[in-house]
C-alpha cells in the first residue's frame, strides 16, 4: 500500500510538472508572437511617419510651386545623404540602396529636369533658378504643380513626379 501511494505522489508530481511545462511555452509563444506584432506595428508606423513627408504633396485639392518643389527635393536630398553617409560607395551604388532607399524627384513643365537629390546643392540652385526665371518671364506668375508619387517594394518613397497644370 505504501508503494502504491508513493506511485500515486510521483505521477501527481509528473502531471503537475507537465502541467507548468505547457503553461510555459504556451506563454513563451503568446509573448513572441505579441513582440512580433509590436515590432511589425513599430515598423509600420515608421515607415508611415517616413513616408508622410512625401505624401502630403499628393493632394489633388492643392497645387504646388516650385518653392515646394524645392522643399520636397531638399527632403529627397536629407534620405538620400543619410543612407549614402553611412554606406561605402559600392553600397550606394548597390541595387540594394536605388531599390529600397533612393529617393528621386522629377519636374515635368515646359522642360523635364530630374534633380539628383544626391548632388542637390551643387546643381539644384542653377537649374531651379533658370526653370523659375523662364516660367515667371512667361507666365508672369508662377506655375502650379500636381504631384504623383510611387514607391519601392518595401512600402518607402521613390519617386516624386510634380507635372506642371497651368
Not at 561605402?88 to 519636374?107: P, Q
Not at 526665371?133 to 518613397?157: A, F, M, Q, W
Request: net charge negative.
Amino acid at each position: 500500500m505504501e508503494n502504491a501511494s508513493n506511485a500515486l505522489l510521483i505521477a501527481g508530481g509528473v502531471l503537475i510538472g507537465v502541467l507548468i511545462l505547457s503553461l510555459a511555452v504556451y506563454l513563451f509563444a503568446d509573448f513572441g508572437s505579441t513582440s512580433a506584432d509590436i515590432n511589425q506595428r513599430t515598423t509600420e508606423q515608421q515607415l508611415t511617419q517616413f513616408n508622410s513627408k512625401f505624401t502630403v504633396y499628393e493632394s489633388s485639392d492643392y497645387k504646388w510651386t516650385i518653392y515646394d518643389i524645392v522643399t520636397v527635393a531638399g527632403y529627397a536630398h536629407e534620405n538620400n545623404k543619410y543612407y549614402t553617409d553611412n554606406m561605402t560607395e559600392a553600397e550606394a551604388n548597390s541595387a540594394d540602396f536605388n531599390n529600397n532607399y533612393k529617393i528621386t524627384v522629377n519636374l515635368k513643365g515646359n522642360r523635364t529636369l530630374t534633380i539628383d537629390p544626391n548632388n542637390i546643392q551643387d546643381n539644384m540652385a542653377d537649374k531651379y533658378n533658370g526653370m523659375i526665371h523662364d516660367e515667371v518671364t512667361k507666365n508672369t506668375v508662377l506655375p502650379k504643380y500636381n504631384c504623383d508619387i510611387s514607391y519601392h517594394d518595401n512600402g518607402r518613397v521613390s519617386t516624386i513626379t510634380f507635372k506642371c497644370n497651368t
